[in-house]
């Protein structure tokens, strides 16, 4: 079954835990941490100020049309990957395409969800074994268009992230799979090693024991006449366990539910080629951005 679909990603934004820790993760009017607010007022014994009566709101106007899923033209959608360690170093790129902090390459870590914030997850990275532990938590950022990263909390999961920039821009790669056993503690996220989410911006080539492969082929050019305005590219998905497999292409904007007919992957996931252009406008340099999620199951 194929469906397509249009989106936008979620604004980037700065975040607070109940716990006191926070995130900033671009400069912007948050002035601090922690503590509580405390908004100036008049006192008990004051009357309040007359209020201005509220302007009118200029009346609400229609959303734009969607552009068709696999339009060819230049688009500037992208995926958001970010992550932050418990000692405050930073990875992974900005809206705007630069890095966020020093490149890393097989970076990798282990720890259980203990919250979820939208598209945000801080995953505490204490092992069962070490009671008393003071949390050691990271905190993950995934979103883009259409994509709704669910990981139960209690899943234990290993984090695995490549992140590089160069003159071409920023770019960066995540795959986040459950781990059904701990030193003894079960996983809320099954009993099998699957794959909970994998995303990419600006890289393409797939991490290192991969469930699956990513390869481009030409869509379309946007002028056969001016090759100089860019072209469109489709994203072919193969299941790396399954030699016989053929995979599924995609094009870009559009996604696509896929049963890859192996046991690795989840029976059916959905796929979606956020970003496979070259050429102008591109905001990011780099050119390929992707998600790929288990199908819910309602």
């Known amino acids: ?79 958001d990957i970010r992550l932050q360690l418990p000692d405050g170093s930073l990875h992974g790129c900005l809206p705007t395409g630069a890095a966020l902090g020093p490149g890393i390459d097989g970076f990798g870590l282990r720890g259980t969800v203990a919250l979820q914030q939208g598209d945000i997850f801080f995953i505490d990275e204490c092992p069962p074994s070490m009671v008393g532990c003071m949390a050691q938590v990271t905190t993950v950022r995934v979103s883009g268009p259409g994509l709704v990263p669910r990981l139960p909390l209690g899943t234990i ?72 305005k860019g072209s469109v590219f489709a994203l072919q998905f193969f299941d790396v366990a399954n030699p016989a497999d053929q995979g599924i292409k995609v094009r870009q904007g559009e996604w696509v539910e896929w049963r890859p007919g192996s046991l690795v992957l989840e029976p059916i996931w959905r796929v979606r080629n956020v970003r496979a252009f070259v050429g102008e406008p591109s905001r990011f340099g780099r050119s390929w951005a992707y998600w790929v999620e288990p199908a819910p199951n309602d």
């Open 157 to 228: 999961v290993d984090v695995t992230l490549r992140a590089t920039a160069d003159e071409e821009g920023c770019g960066a790669q995540i795959e986040i799979r459950n781990v059904p056993v701990w030193e003894g503690r079960m996983s809320a996220g099954g009993t099998a090693p699957t794959l909970l989410l994998a995303a990419a911006d600006g890289v393409l080539n797939e991490i290192s024991g991969s469930p699956f492969a990513v390869a481009v082929s030409p869509d379309c050019m946007i002028d056969p006449e001016d090759p100089a």
């Open 1 to 79: 079954m194929k469906r397509t679909r249009r989106g936008h990603g979620a604004a980037a934004a700065g975040i607070t835990s109940g716990a006191g820790l926070c995130v900033l993760w671009l400069a912007g009017s948050a002035a601090g941490c922690g503590g509580s607010v405390v908004v100036d007022g008049p006192r008990a014994d004051e009357e309040p100020p007359v209020q201005p009566p509220p302007e009118e709101e200029p009346p609400v106007q229609p959303p734009p049309e969607e552009e068709p899923a696999g339009e060819c033209a230049g688009t500037s959608d992208r995926v």
